[in-house]
Nanobody, 120 residues
Framework: QVQLVESGGGLVQAGGSLTLSCLAS????????MGWFRQAPGKERELVAR???????YYADSVKGRFTISRNNTKNNVYLQMNSLKPEDTAVYYC??????????????WGQGTQVTVSS
């Protein structure tokens, strides 16, 4: 069973930056599509960014130009660099992976989530 472990969440002031990391337990995940979802209180989980095994990236409009997703296949890691953070970015962020070429809305594997809180 593939495990995904997130780290890097925390509390930051508006305008600040955070980098989330996700470590996969198996090398085979590095040929999967991967990405980050988030869920704010009272809201549905939404896709933030996804990246294919060949490094094609997609971003939600709400984070485009502020967030950058990347992956290091030799280290089994995927990252989310978040800049110019806003209070509305406050949410639990989840790493996800799935064997499809494009990460679906219901990925096969999920991390446990990491809290990001942006204060105004």
């Amino acid at each position: 069973q593939v495990q995904l472990v997130e780290s890097g969440g925390g509390l930051v002031q508006a305008g600040g930056s955070l980098t989330l990391s996700c470590l996969a337990s198996e090398q085979t995940v590095m040929v999967y599509s991967m990405g980050w979802f988030r869920q704010a209180p009272g809201k549905e989980r939404e896709l933030v960014a996804r990246i294919s095994w060949s490094n094609h990236a997609y971003y939600a409009d709400s984070v485009k130009g502020r967030f950058t997703i990347s992956r290091n296949n030799t280290k089994n890691n995927v990252y989310l660099q978040m800049n110019s953070l806003k209070p509305e970015d406050t949410a639990v962020y989840y790493c996800a992976a799935s064997p499809e070429m494009i990460l679906p809305n219901t990925p096969k594997f999920w991390g446990q989530g990491t809290q990001v809180t942006v204060s105004s």
